[in-house]
């Protein structure tokens, strides 16, 4: 195939334009947005282009998908062959780069050194605030993670609120700020949120942002380099220092006592400080008395695990950034079934709607149950339709056979309906499977088994309580 664009002595940028462009007739519009657009050209100098994308998840998929075209477009347009690299944003971060942003665009300040002299120092685009970038402490900030964006629940809205405060507060308010929480329930999220909306409303205010890891590993490059004056002059002229993940550091001793020292330097002389973990204060045994005690004089702040509403809301702002009309029902399904954390649901919509696009497949309860039937395999596991015929029979003393049976009498009848029901609710079995597992019967049976219960736990709530009972023997 030829490429609709002269193959000539064009910049990389304006190539890499014309490369979008071509990618975009061949894949279609919707496709484009969403894995094409997120792109950035990091640096092109050279042999080598280098793309930067926002995750690791979307690096995957781009490189199986569109690698090699991205290639054979680079290549057609120049006999020595370029090669191409996709790079995440934020895990590529090198801890002894500073990080690089190639736009000047609004807001962004153009990196000062060249990105083609640093290979693992190529980022996306991002806000980076001349101060940081001179010292090159700050990791860069993903632009998705914004408090616009961040959907408030019950289980996050205090963690919502101390965070918002800190941003918005122009001086130390809380100090430490101590989030909290599991794994994926968005302390990334916030952390990047505040530094940057003090970034932007303050941009006086020096603002770091690091993982504990990135701390601790230019804290053992100083040890190596004898530089540790400089590396406490460093750190100790930050305004707002952010760290994120500190049990990382918990147990590594002389990191420890060298954090906990430009800890307490910066809490003299006023500077705001932002940690997260995923355990409290308290819990982070490892951790040494004195720091520990020092985390919990500030403001700590959990986020707990996601309920369905939380689920539901994020994915419905990941849709919508993502700019793709995505059924409610579908997204039902997926708060219903993955029932962890905001990074699991989100993975499991990138991959669906991107399968659903490459391949031309309506987004649809079943095109979801089909395309993401390993992770609900793996949430299956749980509980299977036997478990629940068992439990169910049990409970309501009727023979375990009688779920196969025939029979319509409504003392067996009914709890083989309350049996489809939660095998429909607990498993991410179809209904046709359903039925199989029930002596064979037609997937409209189970459909108005479903039905019926749920008619039935409305209008009855001692049933009501049965069912929920049963549903939360199955889940525990
Ligand atoms: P953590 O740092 O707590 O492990 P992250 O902040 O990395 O979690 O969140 C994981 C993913 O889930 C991110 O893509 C994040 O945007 C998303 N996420 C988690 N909670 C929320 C929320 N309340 N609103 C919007 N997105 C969320
Ligand atoms: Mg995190």
Redesign the pocket.
Known sequence: MTAAYEPDDVPTEERWKQIRGQLKKEFGASAYRTWVEPITLCSGEGAAVRLGVPTRFMRDWIQNHYGDRIRALWKEDEPTFRSVDFVVAEATVGVDEAPVALSSREGHVPAASSVAAEPAAAQETMFVPRSARIDGLSAPLDP??TFE?????KP?EFAYAAAKRVADAGEVSFNPLFLY?G????????MHAIARRVRENQPLRSVVYLSAEQFMHRFIRALRQQDTLSFKEQFRSVDVLMV?DIQFISGKESTQEEFFHTFNALVDQGSQIVL?ADKSPTDLEQLGQRLRSRMNCGLVAD?HPTTFE?RL??LE??AEQMKVEVPEPVLEFIAHKITT???EV?GALTRLVAHAQLVGRPLSVETAQDVLRDLLRAYDKRVTIEEIQKKVAEHFRIRLAEMQSQRRARAVARPRQVAMYLAKQLTSRSLPDIGSCFGGRDHTTVMHAVRKVEELMAADCTFAEDVDFLRCMLEA
């Open positions: 998705r993670y964006n961040f959907v408030v629940g996050n929480g794994v994926g329930l968005g302390k990334t999220h916030l994120d997260s986020l939380l809301g994020i702002s990941k954390n905001g990074r989100e």
